[in-house]
C-alpha cells in the first residue's frame, strides 16, 4: 500500500507527474491540504488492471481536484495492509494469471469490504473484480472459483469471447459507453439491480440484456473504455455518494480547466457520439 | 477443412492467381488477400510447395511490435551477405499475403529465385502457417498489450509465439528481456536458442507491461536520482523511469540471465552501440528510436544464427548502418524545408516509447488516432499512456476517427491541445500551414498513417508502399 497527498488544485496545465499505474501525488512530501481529503482506494492495480482501467483512477482523481477537493489516491495489492476509511474503492479487469494471484486475498479482506458495501460506501469494479464480487465463477471445465459474493451474481467460464463496442441505457445515469472484452458470462439474482440495459453488444451475457450489476452503492461493469472519462455520470455519482458522506454536501460545478478547443463537457459528448456510432 | 478434389497442376495455379491479383489491383484493391484465397482454394500446398525449394528454408519473424521494421532490417543484412531473399514486403503479414507477394516473383512454373525467405508474420496467422509450413529459424520480438480485442489475452499471444517456436526446425532466436519470450525456451528442446537482450543499465529504457503494472506502488518523483553526463539521455532516463519500478532495474525476466548473442549496450540519437558475440561495436544508423535500435539487435542476432561462421563482418556493419525504418516506423519525410516525422502508435508501449525516444521540445505535434479493424476498435489503451511529457509543448492538432477520444484523454493529464480536426486530410492541410517554420512529428495508428502518407505525397516524395 502507498499513499501520497497530491497537490491541491491549480490552474490549468500544471505538469502533472500522475503515474500511468496507480495515480500517484508528485512526491512523497505531505502536500497542503484544504481539509478535504476524499481517500480513493484502488484494488489490485498490479494484477488487476488492464484495457485502461487506470483511466477510472485518473478520472476520479482530476474530478475531486476540480470539485474542489483533496483526492487522496491509495492501492491495495495482494498482502498489503488494507488503507483505513476509503471513501471510492475502484477496481479492474485481469488477466487469468493475474485473477489467480488476487483471488485468495481478495476472499481474506472479503468481510472487510462486505462491511464497506454495508456503510454505503461508492465502489466500481469492473470486469474481473465484477465477477469476483459475485459469488463465484465457474470455469468450463466445471470448477468454481469463489468470489466475495457482495454481488447476487453468478458467472460462467465459455468458449465464445463477448468483444467490442457497448452502448447501454441505465435509468441512472443515462446512456452508458464501453468496450466489452470478456469470455465469463455473468447472470443476477435477485438481490441486485442491472446497472443498465443492452442495446448495442451483448453485456453480462448472451442471453438477456442486463449490463452490469448494482447493490446499493457497488457498482459492478463489464464495461472497459475506460468507462469513466465516458461516462461522467457514473463517475460523479460515485464522487458525489463519497463526498455527501464524508462532508455531508453536495456537489459544487465543475470547474474544469479548458486546455482544448471545446470544453471537456463538449469533448466527452462528442467522444460518446462517436463512440456509440462505431461499428462493433 | 478437407479438400477432396484433386490439386491444380502448380503453373495453372500460378496463372489464375496472377489474374486474380491483376484483377483486384485493377479494381483499386491491395492484391493480397482475394489472389491469396484463390490459390490456397485451388492448390493447399502452393505456399509449402514453393518455399520447399529455398535452399536456406523459411525464416519468421513474429511478436506484436516492431516486426516490418526488424523484418526490413534481417533482409537487408542478408542482401548485404549476398544472399537472394524473398520477403513479403507488402505488410501483407498473413499466409495469404504471402502467397500474393510469391505471384509477383515466381516464374510461371513455379519456381522462386531466392536463397531464403524471411517472413513478418502476424502471431495469430504465423500459428497456421508454421503448421503449413515449418520454417527454419524464427525470431520471437515480445508480447506487448497490442489489439487484445482480436486475440483476448496477452498470455494467448504469447502462446502463438510457442507454437512458432515449437514449428521451427533449426534454431529459434527470443527476446531475453521480455519474460513472456524467453520462457518460451523452457518448451523447446530440438531447436537452437539464441537471445538477444539489452544492457542491465539500459533495461530501464524498455519497460514491459508487467514492470507498468506493478509500479504503482512506487511513488513518482524518484527519477531524480538517475544522473547522466547527457541531458538528453537524463531527461529520456527521467521520462522512463517514471515508467519502471521507480529507477530500479525492472524484474529479470529469465532465471540465471542466459547469455545473449547480441546485447544492445547504449544507444542514442541514430546511433547503437552493440555487443555482438565478444567484440563491441558503436554504429550510426538510419533507424530511429529505442525500440527500432534494440530491433537492429534481434535482427543481428537472427542473421548471425541464419549465417553461422559465414559472416562477412564489414559489410553486416554496412548493411546495419544504412538499414532504413519501414515506412511510418520512425520514418522523416521533408515537406517545405521542415522534417516531418511519423511515429506508428498502435498500442501503449510503443505510445510510451514513441513519446519518450522522440523529445518534444521544439516540435509541433500532432496526434491521429483512428479505430478501424486494423488499429484496434478499443480505445482504452490510451489511458494507459502518460502524455504528460507533452504537458509543456501540447498537442498542436489532434485527428482522426477518435479525435475527441484522443482529445479527452489529454484534457485529463493537462495537455492542452491548440486545435482538432477529425478529418485526417483537412487536419494535415491545417497542421502543416499552421506550423511552416517547425519541425514536426505526427503519432498516428496504422489506418490513420496510410491516408496521412497519401496525403502527404501531395506535398513531397512519399516512397510508394507496395
Known sequence: ?280 | MRVTRPYLPRPVTILIGRTARTLTKWRGGSGSAFPGLVVERLNPGFLAGVLAQLPRGVVVVSGTNGKTTTTKMVVELLRGQGLKVFTNRSGSNFTRGVVASLLGEISPTGKLDADIAVLELDEAHAVHFVRAVNPRYSLLLNVMRDQLDRFGEIDTTAGMLRIIAEHTTGGVVLNREDARVAKIAESLDQQQVRYFGLAPALRKHFPSDDDLHSASDVPDGTQSSIASEDPEQARLSAQLNRFSAGGETPPRSVPGDPPADVVLTDFGIQRGTFRIGTEEVTTELKVNGAYNIYNAAAALALVRQVLGGEIDREALLMSLSQAAPAFGRGESLTVAGQPVDLVLVKNPAGFRLGLSSFPAQGVATMIAINDNYADGRDMSWLWDVSFESLAEQGVAMVSGVRAHDMALRLSYDGVSIAALEPQLVVALDEFLAAHPDTPKRIFCTYTAMLALRKHLGSYTEVEAFN
Request: hydrophobic share 30%; proline share 7%.
Open chain 1, 1 to 280: 500500500m502507498s499513499e501520497s497527498v497530491p497537490a491541491a488544485e491549480e490552474p490549468r496545465s500544471v505538469p502533472d507527474v500522475t503515474h500511468p499505474r496507480g495515480v500517484q501525488g508528485p512526491g512523497p512530501s505531505p502536500q497542503k491540504s484544504t481539509g478535504r481529503q476524499i481517500r480513493v482506494l484502488q484494488l489490485y492495480p498490479r494484477d488487476m488492471n488492464i484495457y485502461g482501467d487506470y483511466g477510472n483512477a485518473l478520472v476520479l482523481k482530476r474530478r475531486l481536484q476540480w470539485y474542489g477537493y483533496d483526492p487522496v489516491m491509495l492501492t491495495y495489492d495482494p498482502g498489503d495492509e488494507f488503507p483505513e476509511a476509503p471513501d471510492i474503492l475502484i477496481g479492474g479487469g485481469g488477466q487469468d494469471s493475474g485473477q489467480d494471484r488476487i483471488q485468495q486475498d481478495l476472499l481474506d479482506i472479503g468481510q472487510r469490504l462486505h462491511t464497506l458495501a454495508d456503510q454505503d460506501i461508492p465502489m466500481l469494479m469492473i470486469c474481473g473484480l465484477y465477477q469476483l464480487f459475485g459469488h463465484f465463477f465457474e470455469t468450463r471445465e466445471g470448477s468454481r472459483i469463489s468470489g466475495i459474493g457482495i454481488l447476487d451474481a453468478e458467472t460462467y467460464g465459455t468458449d465464445s469471447r463477448l468483444i467490442g463496442n457497448v452502448v447501454a441505457e441505465s435509468s441512472e445515469f443515462g446512456r452508458i459507453i464501453g468496450y466489452e472484452n470478456h469470455s465469463g458470462q455473468t447472470y443476477l439474482g435477485v438481490q441486485v439491480t442491472p446497472l443498465a440495459r443492452v442495446t448495442t453488444g451483448e453485456g453480462n451475457n448472451q442471453k438477456d440484456e442486463h449490463e452490469g450489476a448494482r447493490y446499493r452503492n457497488v457498482l459492478g461493469s463489464y464495461l472497459h473504455g475506460a468507462l469513466l472519462p465516458k461516462n461522467p455520470a457514473v463517475a460523479d455519482f460515485l464522487i458525489g455518494t463519497a463526498v455527501e458522506q464524508r462532508f455531508a454536501e453536495k456537489l459544487p460545478e465543475l470547474s474544469a480547466p479548458s486546455s482544448a478547443p471545446l470544453s471537456l463537457n463538449a469533448l466527452t459528448d462528442q467522444a460518446r457520439r462517436t463512440a456509440a456510432s462505431r461499428p462493433r
